[in-house]
């Protein structure tokens, strides 16, 4: 974890941190967070930047940094074979993809089967039983369609906010950031289950900054 690339061992990486010059990425600089007001217990824990283009200013530190979470304007395939937007956040503490009732409806989706889930949200003390429908959803790719398996629940974020400008990061100035401007509710949430399918190993990074990660 010293600056996050590929195809080399952090032994042998030349890069510190550029807040500190430890030997760790910036994302992993305890001196940073205890700086910035962090006061946490990590002797059992591993912290991670998940700070890539796909991500969203929603939430603001005391340092007045933008964090952003994955997030994306993609296209879905409905009944009618006509593509329809929807705002989609892409998230790895999730165990499964969830629909909307709302984007259900707009694509007239296909209905699999009906499941009994536990769903556990945040800051619930325990996991509520419920019966979800499950649909299958067609993500356009730009040549082709890609099909996930989501569950049905009535709201999964209202009034989500993102916005990214590629021209204030130097890494991202020769790319297209426009479908990571996110604005209103999320209709679609990718969990693990389908997470690697959709967002490829190809990363652009910024030791100061958002880092990129290509999707299909």
């Not at 690339?5 to 967070?33: E, P, Q, V």
């Not at 329809?84 to 984007?103: A, Q």
Request: proline letters at 1%; aromatic letters at 8%; glycine letters at 6%.
């Amino acid at each position: 974890f010293t600056c996050l690339s590929n195809n080399h061992f952090s032994a042998r990486c030349i890069h510190t941190c550029t807040y500190c010059n430890g030997r760790h990425h910036i994302s992993l600089c305890f001196a940073k967070l205890n700086n910035a007001g962090f006061k946490r217990h990590y002797d059992n824990a591993t912290l991670i930047s998940d700070k890539t283009v796909h991500e969203n200013k929603t939430m603001n530190n005391n340092t007045n940094e933008t964090i952003y979470l994955q997030a994306r304007v993609l296209h879905f395939l409905s009944d009618k074979n006509s593509l329809v937007k929807g705002n989609t956040l892409f998230d790895k503490g999730s165990h499964r993809t969830y629909i909307s009732e709302d984007l259900v409806k707009k694509l007239n989706a296909k209905l699999i089967n009906s499941q009994t889930c536990n769903i556990n949200t945040f800051g619930s003390e325990k996991a509520e039983k419920r019966v979800c429908n499950l649909y299958e959803v067609n993500i356009s790719t730009g040549d082709t369609f890609l099909t996930v398996y989501a569950l049905e629940v009535p709201i999964i974020c209202k009034n989500f906010k993102q916005k990214v400008n590629g021209k204030e990061h130097k890494n991202l100035c020769d790319i297209d950031v426009d479908g990571c401007n996110v604005v209103g509710d999320i209709d679609l949430l990718i969990g693990c289950d389908h997470y690697w399918s959709i967002l490829n190993n190809d990363i652009r990074n910024n030791f100061e900054g958002p880092v990129a990660m290509s999707s299909k």
